[in-house]
């Protein structure tokens, strides 16, 4: 687990293609928190409002610039995963909600399984 970075203690490197584990604010409903602190998401691409082609996104935010993609969402939240207007399955997220990141998205997998068996 060489390539694991946590948000906290490292500067920021984030790039299209890394795996990320991310954190919504808890006034969210339990499923969506749930799904999100226990599945992989991955960086698709970063919102730029001064070269956004044909509005691509919705507007929030400033902050919240980060195009993260999930698969296997159920059906019950999949209304939640569209921030992007050109990309699928897709949630957008501010820096500080990403809890770690990596290159390898088999790094991430053990921290979901730490957490199942709350090692």
Known sequence: MKH???????????????????????SYPDELVEFLNNNIGQVVEFRNDNNSTANSFHS???????FVVYN????????????????????????????????????LEFIIDANKYNI
Do not use: W
């Open 4 to 26: 694991l970075k946590t948000i906290e203690n490292t500067s920021i490197k984030l790039q299209i293609g890394d795996y990320v584990i991310c954190d919504e604010n808890s």
């Open 72 to 107: 296997n969402i159920p059906i019950s939240i999949v209304n939640k995963f569209y921030y992007h207007k050109y990309i699928n399955y897709c949630r957008l997220f501010s820096m500080n909600e990403i809890k770690v990141y990596s290159s390898n998205s088999k790094d």
């Open 60 to 66: 929030l935010n400033k902050n919240y610039n980060i």
